[in-house]
């Protein structure tokens, strides 16, 4: 019997197998259930300053600048996603795996003692967590985190990379929640990616919209070297502090302040010394600014780790039609909205090369920039030009565009695709929403058109294919969920499903490996229209300088602050 192991720089690493009981699959029920395990001790009583934090924010640490607005604090929420919100994330909450600066998956020894693959038939692996690993208040990390999570991904609107949860058959725990089995109906070769962050399932899960609610103005508990004392939407200021309950080495800096601003005002900031560190998606001015002040051995690009895309509602509506679709791609100038999105900055996003991964595995096939194919599409699909617009049936072609309105570029870039589209005939009509409403209201239920968007996505390309294009009801039943109602959609806002093209998904998640077919075939459908990967900038003091040193590709998932707890202090 062969393990299989963390995934590192496009290769395996094999774990040794070790005999273990068969899994007995769990019910629904089962799955679903918040209890706490048996036979651990009583939880520690938080100390009085333990909410507020323990370690005063005068104390020696370091201030990060970072733009872009925050919403909330759940990193598996796509509507959550931002720069900030992931570095938070990343420093506050317990994670199984971490992706280190060479792009490697590797185990989080400060949770996990082991996680290796235990049967594969069925393909289980089991995971044995440090004994001592707790919430900030004193509540035990154990399965209930690892199933809450898991039961969240499948049913809440709008989930990052749920595919591989939605693989996972049970979820056991033993040894008083500390080891955990987890099962799986097929094989999943990146399986080292899932449960990574947890979240604190005995505040989360009893409480009325725990999931969406819960983590929106901070993260209450800490399972990790930092706490929030302090998010102050005024100043526009997170605090973080140590985590004085953490069981392993404790952080150089006792705190960390993140503060959110604009491009400009935070480059000034870094300017006058009062900052360490800049994460930055600059305009092209304030880019030439940047590098003006900030010598060329303290930047570094860091690509983030997703893309913004046009979404496409594939299961009801006019974008129903694959012609439609196509004709919508074709009338849209992406060079342009790529300089849109990036504010001019020919270093602030890429060009997007495949539907399905962020390397070059093959190329989008979608064709774009030509009106001229655009109408001959919308004239096969039953239209036919009016004075303005075109129309069937005597209705015109009018879509309907959700963006998030705290974000002005993205509000830019969606009056671009208003009037592209209006060059080839079709009317579309802009709903400025909240991140979340743009999301988990609209996208997630089918009730818009289209929806420009960052998608944020993980390390491995097969969980992240599946998670934007696997059939989402019958991957639900497969996992063992039968709704009374039909389950929002999750990862796939497209609502896409095709049965020639599911079992090259399946076949990906089970070998990791993403073949050129897949891209081709998505590309033919066009479920979505990648527009551009977007790209920050990191900049350091000269006391920050040295981690630079440390950057990598692995950076593009987990962030350059991700290193934060071993910087020196001011």
């Known amino acids: 019997m062969t393990g299989r192991g963390w995934r590192v720089a496009g290769r395996r690493s094999p774990l040794p197998l070790k005999a273990g009981a068969l899994v007995v699959a769990g019910t629904a029920a089962l799955l679903l259930c918040g209890c706490t395990p048996p036979g651990l001790p009583a939880p520690i009583a938080p100390a009085e300053s333990s909410a507020a934090g323990s370690i005063p924010t005068t104390d020696a640490g370091v201030t990060i600048g970072v733009d ?7 990193p598996h929420a796509i509507a959550d996603y931002s720069p900030a919100e992931m570095a938070v994330a990343g420093l506050v909450l317990p994670s199984v795996s971490t992706v280190a600066p060479n792009g490697s998956v590797e185990l989080n020894r400060d949770l996990v003692e082991k996680a290796e693959v235990t049967s594969t038939d069925p393909f289980t692996v089991t995971y044995t967590l440090d004994r001592n690993a707790s919430w900030s208040d004193g509540t035990p990390i154990t399965a209930e985190d690892f199933s809450y999570l898991r039961d969240q991904m499948l049913v809440q609107p709008g989930t990052v990379d749920p595919a591989g949860y939605r693989l996972i058959a049970s979820i056991v725990s033993r040894n008083a929640g500390k080891s955990v089995d987890v099962t799986f109906v097929n094989p999943v070769a990146d399986w080292a990616a899932l449960f990574s962050p947890l979240l604190p399932s005995h505040l989360l899960k009893d409480s009325p919209g725990g999931w969406t609610q819960g983590l929106a103005a901070g993260i209450p508990v800490s ?8 998010n102050d939407t005024v100043t526009g200021e997170i605090t973080l502090v140590r985590n004085d309950k953490f069981w392993g080495t404790q952080p150089r800096p006792a ?7 604009t491009a400009t005002a935070l480059i000034d900031a870094l300017d006058r010394g ?31 780790p997703g893309t913004i895309q046009l979404v496409f509602n594939t299961a009801g509506g006019a ?3 694959q012609k439609v679709r196509r004709a919508v791609a074709a009338g849209l100038d992406l060079p342009q909205l790529r300089a849109v999105l990036t504010g001019g900055n020919p270093d602030g996003g890429a060009a997007v090369p495949s539907l399905v991964t962020l390397s070059a595995v093959g190329s989008s096939q979608i064709v774009t920039d030509d009106p001229d194919l655009a109408v001959a599409d919308l004239v096969a699909a039953g239209y036919h030009r009016g004075p303005v617009y075109m129309s069937k049936n005597g209705e015109i072609l009018r879509l309907t565009l959700t963006y998030r309105s705290d974000d002005p570029r993205l509000a830019a870039a969606a009056q671009l695709i208003q009037s592209q589209l209006e060059a080839i005939g079709v009317e579309v009509l802009l709903l400025r929403d909240s991140s979340s409403a743009a999301v988990d209201s609209r996208m997630a239920l089918g009730r818009v058109d289209l929806g420009l968007v960052m998608v944020p996505r993980g390390p491995f390309d097969a969980l992240a294919a599946g998670s934007a294009f696997d059939c989402p009801l019958p991957a639900a ?9 039909p389950l929002p959609r999750a990862g796939n806002l497209s609502g896409y499903c095709s049965a020639e093209v599911q079992p090259m998904l399946d076949r990906a998640a089970s070998s990791g490996t993403v073949r050129p077919e897949l891209n081709d075939a998505l590309s033919a459908d066009v479920p979505v229209l990648p527009i551009t990967r977007p790209s920050a900038t990191f900049a350091a003091s000269a006391l920050i300088a040295p981690q630079l040193g440390l950057s990598g590709p692995g950076w593009d998932f987990s962030g350059p602050l991700t290193g934060l707890p071993v910087w020196p202090s001011k």
């Open 274 to 304: 009062d900052l360490q560190a800049v994460l930055l998606q600059p305009d092209a001015a304030d880019q030439r600014t940047l590098d003006k002040i900030v010598p060329a051995d303290r930047r570094a690009p860091v690509l983030l």
């Open 68 to 74: 872009g607005a925050v919403t909330g604090f759940n």
């Open 223 to 230: 399972g990790n070297r930092y706490k929030m004392q302090n």
């Open 319 to 321: 974008t129903a039609q």
């Open 255 to 261: 705190t960390a302040v993140i503060r959110i601003g």
């Open 477 to 485: 039943q497969q996992a063992g969920i039968t709704p009374a109602a």
